[in-house]
Protein backbone atom coordinates (compact mmCIF):
# COMPACT_ATOMS: atom_id res chain seq x y z
CA UNK A 1 0.00 0.00 0.00
CA UNK A 2 3.31 2.20 0.95
CA UNK A 3 4.41 1.33 -2.30
CA UNK A 4 1.57 2.40 -4.41
CA UNK A 5 0.86 5.48 -2.14
CA UNK A 6 4.92 6.94 -3.04
CA UNK A 7 5.15 5.75 -6.90
CA UNK A 8 5.16 8.32 -9.23
CA UNK A 9 1.39 9.29 -10.52
CA UNK A 10 3.03 9.07 -14.44
CA UNK A 11 5.87 7.57 -16.50
CA UNK A 12 7.69 8.87 -19.17
CA UNK A 13 4.66 11.39 -20.44
CA UNK A 14 2.35 13.39 -18.99
CA UNK A 15 -1.06 15.17 -19.08
CA UNK A 16 -2.84 18.55 -18.90
CA UNK A 17 -4.15 17.09 -15.66
CA UNK A 18 -1.10 15.50 -14.36
CA UNK A 19 0.71 18.97 -14.96
CA UNK A 20 -2.06 20.87 -12.79
CA UNK A 21 -2.09 18.41 -10.29
CA UNK A 22 1.24 18.31 -9.80
CA UNK A 23 1.47 22.23 -9.94
CA UNK A 24 -0.91 22.58 -7.56
CA UNK A 25 0.88 20.43 -5.13
CA UNK A 26 4.08 22.54 -5.72
CA UNK A 27 2.21 25.50 -4.78
CA UNK A 28 0.85 24.42 -1.49
CA UNK A 29 4.19 23.15 -0.39
CA UNK A 30 5.76 26.76 -1.74
CA UNK A 31 3.13 28.56 0.40
CA UNK A 32 4.26 26.46 3.55
CA UNK A 33 7.59 26.16 3.03
CA UNK A 34 7.24 30.30 3.16
CA UNK A 35 5.81 30.24 6.39
CA UNK A 36 7.93 27.36 7.95
CA UNK A 37 11.07 30.45 6.48
CA UNK A 38 9.15 33.22 7.56
CA UNK A 39 8.24 31.99 11.12
CA UNK A 40 9.65 34.01 13.82
CA UNK A 41 11.97 36.00 11.07
CA UNK A 42 11.55 39.08 9.11
CA UNK A 43 11.81 38.31 5.21
CA UNK A 44 11.12 40.65 2.79
CA UNK A 45 7.63 40.01 0.92
CA UNK A 46 9.80 39.06 -2.54
CA UNK A 47 12.10 36.34 -0.83
CA UNK A 48 8.21 34.76 0.23
CA UNK A 49 7.16 35.03 -3.22
CA UNK A 50 10.13 33.88 -4.46
CA UNK A 51 9.68 30.55 -2.10
CA UNK A 52 6.46 30.47 -2.88
CA UNK A 53 7.36 29.63 -6.54
CA UNK A 54 10.41 28.27 -6.74
CA UNK A 55 8.69 24.80 -6.44
CA UNK A 56 6.54 24.93 -9.33
CA UNK A 57 9.03 26.18 -11.42
CA UNK A 58 11.36 24.16 -11.39
CA UNK A 59 8.33 21.71 -11.50
CA UNK A 60 7.82 22.94 -15.24
CA UNK A 61 11.35 23.21 -16.27
CA UNK A 62 12.30 19.46 -15.03
CA UNK A 63 8.66 18.35 -17.06
CA UNK A 64 9.96 20.02 -19.91
CA UNK A 65 13.27 18.88 -20.11
CA UNK A 66 12.33 15.30 -18.75
CA UNK A 67 13.43 12.74 -21.50
CA UNK A 68 14.96 15.56 -24.09
CA UNK A 69 19.06 15.87 -23.94
CA UNK A 70 18.43 18.29 -26.57
CA UNK A 71 16.19 20.58 -24.47
CA UNK A 72 18.26 19.98 -21.16
CA UNK A 73 21.58 20.92 -22.44
CA UNK A 74 19.18 24.10 -24.33
CA UNK A 75 17.98 25.07 -20.52
CA UNK A 76 21.12 24.49 -18.43
CA UNK A 77 22.59 26.85 -21.21
CA UNK A 78 20.07 29.71 -20.71
CA UNK A 79 20.52 29.34 -16.87
CA UNK A 80 24.15 29.67 -17.02
CA UNK A 81 23.77 32.63 -18.77
CA UNK A 82 22.10 34.01 -15.66
CA UNK A 83 24.18 35.65 -12.61
CA UNK A 84 22.60 36.08 -9.46
CA UNK A 85 23.34 39.50 -7.75
CA UNK A 86 22.12 39.93 -4.08
CA UNK A 87 23.13 40.20 -0.99
CA UNK A 88 24.19 37.05 1.10
CA UNK A 89 21.63 35.16 2.46
CA UNK A 90 21.21 33.69 6.05
CA UNK A 91 21.70 30.33 6.67
CA UNK A 92 18.15 29.82 7.00
CA UNK A 93 17.28 31.20 3.58
CA UNK A 94 19.74 29.19 1.90
CA UNK A 95 17.68 25.84 3.33
CA UNK A 96 14.89 27.43 2.96
CA UNK A 97 15.35 27.71 -1.03
CA UNK A 98 16.95 24.26 -1.57
CA UNK A 99 13.76 22.71 0.31
CA UNK A 100 11.80 24.77 -2.17
CA UNK A 101 14.09 23.41 -5.33
CA UNK A 102 13.84 19.81 -3.88
CA UNK A 103 9.90 19.82 -3.64
CA UNK A 104 9.37 21.23 -6.62
CA UNK A 105 12.02 18.51 -8.13
CA UNK A 106 10.32 15.75 -6.45
CA UNK A 107 6.98 17.12 -7.73
CA UNK A 108 7.93 17.25 -11.25
CA UNK A 109 8.98 13.60 -11.04
CA UNK A 110 5.38 13.10 -10.13
CA UNK A 111 6.12 11.72 -6.41
CA UNK A 112 3.86 14.16 -4.90
CA UNK A 113 3.16 12.04 -1.61
CA UNK A 114 7.21 11.98 -1.48
CA UNK A 115 7.18 15.74 -2.13
CA UNK A 116 4.07 16.31 0.85
CA UNK A 117 6.32 14.07 2.96
CA UNK A 118 9.70 15.50 2.39
CA UNK A 119 8.61 19.00 2.99
CA UNK A 120 6.71 18.48 6.19
CA UNK A 121 9.52 16.73 8.19
CA UNK A 122 11.52 19.52 6.89
CA UNK A 123 9.46 21.80 8.50
CA UNK A 124 9.02 20.35 11.38
CA UNK A 125 12.20 20.52 11.98
CA UNK A 126 12.41 23.97 11.37
CA UNK A 127 9.84 24.69 13.20
CA UNK A 128 11.33 22.69 16.44
CA UNK A 129 14.76 24.30 15.56
CA UNK A 130 13.38 27.70 16.33
CA UNK A 131 12.07 26.58 20.10
CA UNK A 132 15.68 25.60 21.04
CA UNK A 133 17.74 28.10 22.06
CA UNK A 134 21.64 27.25 21.90
CA UNK A 135 23.77 29.16 24.38
CA UNK A 136 26.88 30.35 22.10
CA UNK A 137 30.16 31.44 23.65
CA UNK A 138 29.74 34.76 21.93
CA UNK A 139 26.32 35.58 24.08
CA UNK A 140 28.83 36.69 26.68
CA UNK A 141 31.02 38.80 24.94
CA UNK A 142 30.36 42.02 25.64
CA UNK A 143 31.30 45.66 25.18
CA UNK A 144 32.62 47.78 28.25
CA UNK A 145 33.13 51.10 28.47
CA UNK A 146 34.92 52.67 31.65
CA UNK A 147 34.98 56.12 33.24
CA UNK A 148 37.89 56.72 35.16
CA UNK A 149 39.81 59.58 36.97
CA UNK A 150 43.12 61.00 35.53
CA UNK A 151 44.94 59.71 38.49
CA UNK A 152 43.76 56.14 38.44
CA UNK A 153 46.77 53.79 36.82
CA UNK A 154 44.48 51.87 34.03
CA UNK A 155 47.05 49.38 33.10
CA UNK A 156 46.30 46.78 35.76
CA UNK A 157 43.97 48.50 38.17
CA UNK A 158 40.78 45.83 37.19
CA UNK A 159 42.93 42.75 36.67
CA UNK A 160 41.81 40.87 39.45
CA UNK A 161 38.24 41.70 39.22
CA UNK A 162 38.51 40.54 34.99
CA UNK A 163 40.54 37.24 36.13
CA UNK A 164 37.06 36.96 38.42
CA UNK A 165 34.32 37.70 36.19
CA UNK A 166 35.72 37.19 32.89
CA UNK A 167 37.47 34.13 30.55
CA UNK A 168 39.32 37.15 28.59
CA UNK A 169 39.58 41.01 28.40
CA UNK A 170 41.10 43.26 25.86
CA UNK A 171 41.85 47.18 25.78
CA UNK A 172 40.39 48.03 22.72
CA UNK A 173 40.29 51.91 23.26
CA UNK A 174 41.96 55.17 25.85
CA UNK A 175 40.85 58.60 25.27
CA UNK A 176 40.78 61.57 27.10
CA UNK A 177 37.17 63.65 28.21
CA UNK A 178 36.70 66.03 30.40
CA UNK A 179 39.80 68.59 29.63
CA UNK A 180 41.75 65.60 30.42
CA UNK A 181 40.64 64.78 33.59
CA UNK A 182 38.71 61.87 32.92
CA UNK A 183 39.74 58.46 30.56
CA UNK A 184 37.37 56.83 28.83
CA UNK A 185 38.47 53.22 28.37
CA UNK A 186 36.74 50.54 26.48
CA UNK A 187 37.24 46.77 26.83
CA UNK A 188 35.84 44.03 24.69
CA UNK A 189 35.58 41.00 27.67
CA UNK A 190 34.06 37.76 27.90
CA UNK A 191 32.20 36.86 30.83
CA UNK A 192 31.98 33.77 32.46
CA UNK A 193 28.57 34.15 33.95
CA UNK A 194 25.89 36.79 33.04
CA UNK A 195 24.51 36.45 35.79
CA UNK A 196 26.79 38.35 37.94
CA UNK A 197 27.04 41.30 35.80
CA UNK A 198 25.59 43.69 38.20
CA UNK A 199 27.96 42.47 40.57
CA UNK A 200 30.64 43.18 38.15
CA UNK A 201 29.53 46.29 37.73
CA UNK A 202 29.52 47.24 41.26
CA UNK A 203 33.07 46.28 41.93
CA UNK A 204 33.92 48.18 39.11
CA UNK A 205 32.18 51.27 40.42
CA UNK A 206 34.03 50.59 43.43
CA UNK A 207 37.35 51.02 41.62
CA UNK A 208 36.34 54.35 39.35
CA UNK A 209 35.02 56.75 41.84
CA UNK A 210 31.28 55.57 41.01
CA UNK A 211 31.91 57.57 37.47
CA UNK A 212 29.94 56.18 34.32
CA UNK A 213 30.31 52.05 33.07
CA UNK A 214 28.31 51.08 30.60
CA UNK A 215 28.58 47.23 29.85
CA UNK A 216 26.83 46.80 26.24
CA UNK A 217 26.51 43.90 23.66
CA UNK A 218 28.08 44.25 20.56
CA UNK A 219 26.62 44.65 17.11
CA UNK A 220 27.15 41.67 15.29
CA UNK A 221 26.08 40.27 11.82
CA UNK A 222 23.79 37.68 11.31
CA UNK A 223 25.56 34.11 9.97
CA UNK A 224 25.61 34.13 6.52
CA UNK A 225 26.46 31.48 3.47
Do not use: W
Not at 165 to 177: A, G, Q, W
Amino acid sequence: MLNTLFSAIYSNTFTIDVYLICTAVSLVLGAIVALTANFRARLSKSFLLALFLIPAIVQTVIMLVNGSVGTGVAVMGAFSLVRFRSVAGSAKEIVSIFLAMAAGLATAMGYLALAVLFVGIICIAMFAASFIRLKDRDDLVRELKITIPEDLNYAHSFDDLFEKYTHSSKLLTVKTSNMGSLYKLIYNVELKNEDDMQSFIDELRCRNGNLEIALLVPAVAEATL
